[in-house]
Every structure is written in structure tokens, then in C-alpha cells.
């Protein structure tokens, strides 16, 4: 009996082995351990046999019965997996196809270095402030220490409105509102747009200034030197040589104007990136601050000509033409 | 302005070469622009006397002449027309370099040998062009280092004079200045005039606050003698052209002390009554440039009698001209106020060697020193005679007659600068600019007393000579807590973040366009006020209304290069009604999608600009925390008629999204359809946004019930909308669309839409019985309210 068994098994196993779907494995499940299955059939037959030799069939038959329902049920996934991956490997699509895709949309280059710069002097503890492009004479020159007839007027060619109001001419208008809004300590940068009536190649109408200032008590000009080699450092690279150079601006005394040299293969050249000075005392006057009791340092520079540098533009009315095809590429 | 290195070389001992010098003055404020190198190859170059010229006997356009150099004679063939016997000329022998870098060597010309060659101007390096050779002034040395004699080597340093520095102006400024730097000591030349008591009428009277000093001196005798050529050299160096002796001798008097001189031909003067005055409309005057000038009220004039005869530090007139024949003049030295000049140089559209010294100031204190400078080099060089009758009308009440000291302490400069520099250093290096130190005052120069106002110029002074070097770097050491950025700053960045990330282009145009485009949008603003005064075009003369103009002309640049997809965003100004305020303006043409396969994405948002933008800034106004108010009603002169929305918030209007009107859009040649919105980031930085709160939410399950409806195609989803939010069972806890279709069955007037409610309970899961109560009670409700049919 346990012979007829093991043969039962057998075949059983070949059959298995050879199914071809899982729908032959449901079919082979049924006629192998169906009621009508051979295995049935000598289940049914054990009342039969001899007492002693009831168990040893009975036990024998049943670990087949589960042997081949163990082996039914892995062939069943063995063929499901090979199915499926069959069924998957047949996807026509054609993942070379450009996706459905929005653009890419992009900042405007000068955006992207006034954030650039924006982010530096935040980490120096500065809030951003902003002005309004149309000014009054008293912010734009006069709390400045430019007066009426003062000949730093010639170095700013003005667009005046109609209404005798002016288009600034730098961003240091905004040190003067803030520190009338504020008492010190102050600690601000201001970008924003500043307008001079020379347009030429090198010169657009409209360009961008971003301006700093920081008040407080014993602010020195060596304070002044080394946030301001600190920024360019982070800006321009930590390698890159600085000089400060003795000028003029109304609003500051001393005034410095601040190179960075440039090399390229054979040759190194210094270019004027900004400009910066500690606060006029008569200008502290102007906004009420005591100015035996506090000094300060201000500093502003150009935006465009940051941008031109950093991205190697070589003409400033790029930025305002304002193509597509340049934007995109920052 | 243009400073010859030789010149300078002659008041000081320079160890530095030019660019060396350049360097240091520079870093020293004065900034060297440029340094031309003039005769850099010329070598060897002498003169000599032509002794005898004889014909060639090859050729007729040559001749043989010999030429003397004092010592020996050279035979030399040349070409040259203008040459006689006698005349001095430079030499160029064999082994010498002219200024093209030819060497010269000995030669044959047509067989007959040539031991040099005779110089043109343009072979000394003077000119680019000159005819004939260059014939020298007769009592020329013969045989001396011409390249020296004649200043044909040189460096000229162009340098910008910042507009404090007045006193830097000048060949003997300069030299102070770099006495300051290098430390050497500085010689400048003596001036004194041997003056003869010889009488004249000549009066002045000054009617000008703007003229404290005016010194008027009565020149006679002068001969007719030409100038010099060391002095015309230094002239032309310096870019001025030579003309007669008096002239050039105000002109070098000029560049050597930066006080601007001016003499009137004494035979032209009839009343030799000088005033100054300041004008009014009626004058005129012909300058000596040929013009024919009216004058405008507030320039200075001097006149003669009732005749003007200059405007005054800016240029003479023609009627009082010095000429070739002049040989007596009144020889005007003065102060005029520097703000007077910038004005009248501007009235006048002339600006001048002259005016540009007056505008930053010139040394009142040394007015006296150019007039006897230039009076002494007239004797000198034209024998003049001059008067001791000098007329000086001066205002001695003048602020700048008034010595200026200021407190000098070492420690209060150093703790300023952050430095540590040593006082007697210091005290040297002020003194020698000029500046004395006594007492702890420090007294300035009279050419320094409009400049140095306050402590911390002389800490200028000391920072820029010692070097910005010598400072060390350090940081701040005190925190200061600043503000937070504005919320409008931050709506800016979260506003121009969201349109970038969604394919969005950021521009940055101008705040100013023209009045044409403004018109061409219908929109309108006060050109009284917006309107700039003196605009560098007519595209940029008006401040704008409203961001759609720039975005008009930017969309109107890319179509017309074939680039049709458009979608802008930027954060600007506009300007109304005396208000400035940033707006976030975007615009959608073309679409945002990239071509596909699958073309449907692209073409809905080409064919619905306006639903794409909405559905956008929906999701912005989510992200910035706010609710926005729409509305439908009464489109803006640039609206579309149906496409369009305004926002607000509350009684705020934030802005407006529509298709551009295609009447205005063609106008820009833009034929697609434009979708433009803006929206006040100011006026939405007044609102607060609602502040985020957890809200909870139901852990039982939700049902959804649909409403089918057939409405006419006049009636909004809004509508639709709002009668059911009247209506709804409080468990709905969303609603939305889900179909809308016309077709032929429904009829021409009449739309179908598909409309769901989410009904959830937030304690019990909502039995099926009640949800279709509640709803079929809104359905009878839309039904009875509403022109709609359920389906």
C-alpha cells in the first residue's frame, strides 16, 4: 500500500512539474487532491487494512497530500511571477518620449544675486529693508550731505518728475528713512532699483544698488573692513585679493571704494566692485542721532556689475531686454 | 585731467616710474584713469642749423644740405620744401630712432650719400601729421638733447579729480600731494614781480556775493615775442593748444596754480570800468568760441562799461579779445563760488578748462599768486611792464578768509579708524599736506578749508596716505537683534518662488515706458505727476500705471522671435495716484507645457490663458495663507469682456486676472490669446493672513450623492454654487464639479452640469437614509430657486 503511495506522489510531482499555467495548477489541484483523486481513493481504503498498518498508511498518505497541496501552491506562484513579468514585459510604451512637462521657469539674473547677497549679510545679523523709487530731494541728497549746489550733484545725472520729485539716484535713501523710522542700533541692507539719466553701452537707465548700513556705539573702520572682506570672500571666493582705495562720497568720511583682482591667464587686473565709508557725521544730524555717541559704516555696490562678473556677461542691456533665452540660462 | 610726469618730475625728486606713481596716487584717492606714453622709441634726436642747400644732381625733388650741429657739419639729403638757410631744425643722425622706431642710418639718396635726416613734427612724435620739416625758434641751442629739450618723452597721467579734491587741480597741487606720499620734499618755482608805478584808469566793483576776490592788474609793454617752446610743449602736453604768448601764459599759469586767468586787450576795454554782476535776461555776449550766447538769469557776467566782456570763469567774449597784436592787457584774477559756475557752465551747456577748476573751488588765499605768476613770466618772456596800481576788490567778511581749526586728538582718530598709528608719523604727514598742529588744534590749509569739515576728514587723510592697509580687519563685536523682513518682502519671495517653480519666466523691466503704450492699454495716468522732466526718450518718459505695458512690449519682443510661449511673472512698481506700490504681475500666452506626444496639457492651457492663471493664483492665495473675494462684474478698460475676475479682501481691490482685450494686444502685435493679472503685494501686506489652526476631521466614512442638472448656460457654476451652500445639510463637508457639456439635446441656451457633495459626520457614520433626505431636500430647494432641472 505505502508503495501505491509513493507512486501516486511521483507521478503526481511530474505532472506538476510539467503544468504550464496557473489555471493547469487549479486543474491539477482538484484531479491530484480532489475527492476523486487517487489519494482520495486510498484514504477511503484504510478502514480496510490491517489495524497495524492503518496508522503508518494513514500518516503517510496525509504528509503526501500535504507535500504535493505545498508543491501545487509554489509551482501556482512560480508561474503567476513568470505570467506577470511576461504580461509587463509586453508594455509598448516608449519611455524615450519627452514626458508631459512644464518648463522650467527661471529667475531673473539680478534676482538670484540679490538673493545671493541678501542671504551673506543675513548671516551678519542685517534686515532687509526696501524705498520708494520716487523720492524727495531731502532723502535722495539733501539729508545726505549733498545740498543744493554741491558738486557731488554732477556725479549723479537725475531724472526728476514733473512734479519736481526725483527717481533716486542711489539706494541710500533708505539708511535715511530707516534710521528717522528707528533708533540705533540699526543693521540693514536695502536693494533696489536706481535710476541716472545716462544710457550708453556700458550704462543703462535703470539698474540695481543694493546699500548697507550699520549703526551702533564704537563701530570702527576696521569693522568696516572686515565685514565688507567677509561679504566679497563669500561672494567672490574665499582666494580672491581686496584693496581698499581712498575716494569721495558726501554721505561717508572717510569713503573708500573696494577692488577685486581679477586674473585670468597672463594678466590680473583690479575692478571697482563697490564702495563704502563711515556715516557723515552731519548726516547722523539729519536723522537726529547723537553723533558723538555713535558711529556707523555704510556701503553700497552695484548689482549688475556683480552679475556681469559672476556669469560673464559681457553687455548690460541683456538684463533688461529681457529674453527668455537669456533668463532661462540662470 | 591730463598731469605731465616730466613736469611734475621738475618740482620734486620721483624715484617711482609713472605707473608706479600711478599705483600710489590712486590708492591714494586720486585715481589714475590712464597713462599715455608719449615718444617711447625717440632717441638721439638734436638739432642743428642748415648751413647750405644745394640742388641734387640726380634728382629735381631732392637737395644736399649741410647741416651744423655746433660742432660738426652733416651732410643730408631730404625732400623738404619749407627749409632756407639759417633755419634751426631738429636732426636725426645716424644711430638715432624717430618716432615710428626707425633707426636711422647712413645712406644713399639717388647716389649721393645722406648722414641723417631732418625731423617733421611727425618724426618727433608731436603730431600724426605735419607738412614740412619742423623749423625751430631761432634762438634754439644748436646741438642739445633735443628729446629732452623739446619734452618728446613723456608719461601723461589722466586723473579723476573727485569733486572735494579742488586743490588737486593744479601741476604744483599735484606735487603736494605727492610730497604727501612719497615723503620727498617739494621745490616749487619763486615767484616775484619787479612792478613799475605806471597809472591807469581801470576800476573794478564787484555786485556778486558769488565774487569775494577779484584782482585786477594793468600789464603794458608786452612785445611780441613768441612763446616758448618748453612752455607750448607743456601745454600741448597738458591738451591745451598754444596760440600767443598772453594767452598761453594765462593757460600754463592755469595748470601750474589751478587758478583760471583771464586777460582783456586794454585797447578794446573804452571805459576801463570792470563790474561783475550777475545777469539777467536781456544780456548777451559773442564768447571767443564764435557763439552768440543769451544769458539766462543768475549767471555771472563781467562787464565794461555796460558791455559784457566775460562769462565770468567759464570764457571771454570776442569784443575784448587778446590778439597777435595786443600789447597791453588787464589781466583778471578772481574767485567765483563754485556753485554759481556748475550753474552758469549748465545754463550755458559750455563747460571749460576754466569752469570745471571753478566748480570744485579754487585756493582763494593763492588768487594773488597766479596774477603775480603770470604777470612775472610776461616780464620774463615779453619784457612787460607791470603797473603797481593792483586793484583788489575783496569781501573780507568772506567765510573763506576765515582760518579753520579743528581739534586734533590721536587716540579719538585711531580708536576711529580702528588703527594704531604713531603721532609724530602722523603730525609729519599733516604737515606736510600743509596742515599745522598745534595744541591739540590742527589748523587747515586754506586750499583744504571746504573740504575738511570735521574730525573724521583728517582720519581720511591719515587713512588714505598711510594706506587702508595699515587697518586691520575685524568684525563688529556687538549683537544687534534686527527686525524681521516685512511681510510684503516675504510675499514677494513666496509669490516669485511659486510662479518660477511652475514654469513661470521672471523679467525685470523698466518702471518706465511711454505715453503711447500707456494709451494703447487704455489705461491713463497723471502725466503732471508721473511724468519725468527730462526724459533720455520718449519709450521711457512716463512712470507707469500698471505692469501690462512693459509685459506688453517684453510678450511683443519674443513673438516677433518666434518665441510664442510666454508665461512672465515679476514683482515691480507701478505709480497712481501718488502712490508707489509693488505688484506681482504675470502673464500666460502660448502654453507653459512642453511640446508632447500627447498634446491635450499644452493645448488647454494655449486655448484658456485665463483658466490656467486662475487656477494658479488659486493655489497661491491658498499657499500665502489668505481668502480672496471674487467678482464678475464690470470689466477694466483692458478686460476681455467675459473673461475676467477681480480680488479683494474685505473693502481692499488686490487686482484683477483677464484675457487682454485683443484690441489692445494687436496693437503690441501679439495675435494669441493673453492671459495678464496683477495683484497688489502692498495693499495685501496691510491683511493679515489667517493664521493656521488644526481643525479636526472625521474618522468615519463619507458618502458621496451627485446632482445632475440641466441649467440654462447663463447661469454661473458661482451661482449654482452659492444656492447650494444656502441649502446644504451641515454634514457636507465638500463640493465640486465634476462634468459640464453642451450637445444638441439640451438645446441651444441650455448647458448640463455635474455637481458632488461629500456628506461626512464627525461622530457617526452617516446612515444612507438620512444622507438621501438631506439631499433630496437641497435638490428641491435648487429646484425651486434656481431656473434648473435635475437630470
Redesign the interface.
Known sequence: MLESLEKIKNESINDIQSAQSTADCDQLKSFFLGKKSPLAAVLKDIPSLPVEQRSVVGKRANEIKQELSAYIQEKKQTLHTQQLEHSLSHDSTDTS????????????P??SIT?DICDIFSR???????G???ESDFYNFEALNIP?????R??HDT??????QV?RTHTSPVQIREMLSKKP????IAPG?VYR???DVSHS??FHQIEGL?V????????L???L??FLHELLGPEKNI??????FPFT????EIDVEFKSKNKSSWMEIMGAG?V???VFKHVNYNADDF?GFAFGLGIERIAMIKYQIDDIRL???????F??QF | MKFSYSWLKSLLPLTESPEDLAEKL????L?VESIDSIGTCIEGITTGKIESISPHPNADKLVITSVSDGKNSHQIVTGAKNISVGDIIPVSLPGSVVASGMKLKQTALRGVDSFGMLCSETECGITDESEGIWILPSDTPLGVDFVEYAILKDSILDIAI????GDCQSIWGLAREIAAITGETLSLPKVSVSSTDIKHSYSVQSQSSHCPLYIGRYISSINKAPTPLWMKRRLELCGIRPISLIVDVTNYVLLETGHPLHAFDDAKCASKSISIIESTKKHSLTTLDSQKRSCQEGQLLICEGNTPVALAGIMGAENTEVSPDTSAIFLEAAYFT??II??SATLSGLRTDSSSRF???TNIETTELASQRAAMLLQELGQATVSNHVITCKDNTHELFKSKSLPFDINQLN?????NHNENSIKTLLTTLGFTIKNKQISIPSWRREDI??W??I??EI??LKG??S??????T?????????L??TLT?SS?DF??????????????VSEDDIKHCKLSTD??????????SPE?AV?RPSLLPSFLR?IS??SA?Q?H??????VG?H?NDNN?E?VLAFCLTGS???????PD?RSIAENSPFIHLQSLLQRLEAQLGYSFTLSFDSPDSWHHPVQFQHFSIGNINLGSLALVHPSISSQFNIHHPLAFGHLSLTRLASIVATPKQYRHFSSFPSTRRDIACCVPKSLSYAEILSHIHTYKHKSVVDIGIFDLFESEKLGPDNKSIGIYLIYQDLKQTLADEKVNKAHQRLCDQLVKQLPLTIR
Open positions: 518620449l519627452p514626458p508631459f512637462k512644464i518648463r522650467n521657469g527661471a529667475f531673473h539680478i534676482t538673493r551678519l545679523g542685517y534686515s532687509v529693508k526696501q520708494p523709487n520716487v543744493e549746489h554741491h558738486p557731488a554732477a556725479m531724472f526728476y518728475l514733473k512734479n519736481k527717481l542700533p540699526v543693521k540693514i532699483k539719466c545716462d544710457a537707465p535703470v550699520c551702533d556705539k564704537g563701530l570702527t573702520f576696521s569693522d573692513k572686515g565685514t572682506e567677509f584693496r581698499f582705495r581712498s575716494s569721495y568720511e572717510p569713503s573708500v563711515m557723515q557725521r552731519k558711529t538684463f533688461y531686454e529681457n529674453d527668455s533665452r533668463i532661462q | 590712486t590708492m591714494a584717492g585715481e573727485l569733486p572735494n579734491r563754485p556753485h556748475r550753474r566748480e570744485k573751488g580708536s576711529f579708524l580702528g588703527s569739515s570735521d573724521p576728514c582720519a581720511e587713512a588714505r587702508f592697509d587697518i586691520p580687519s575685524t568684525l563688529p556687538q549683537h544687534i537683534i534686527q527686525d524681521q523682513d516685512s510684503e518682502l519671495r516669485e510662479f518660477v517653480h511652475n514654469g513661470f519666466t521672471q523679467l525685470n523691466t523698466y518702471p518706465m502725466l503732471s505727476q508721473y511724468g519725468l522732466a527730462n526724459p533720455i521711457l512712470l517684453i519682443h519674443h522671435r518665441q510661449d510666454c508665461a512672465f511673472v515679476e512698481s505709480f508707489e509693488h507653459p507645457y512642453e511640446n508632447t506626444a500627447s496639457q
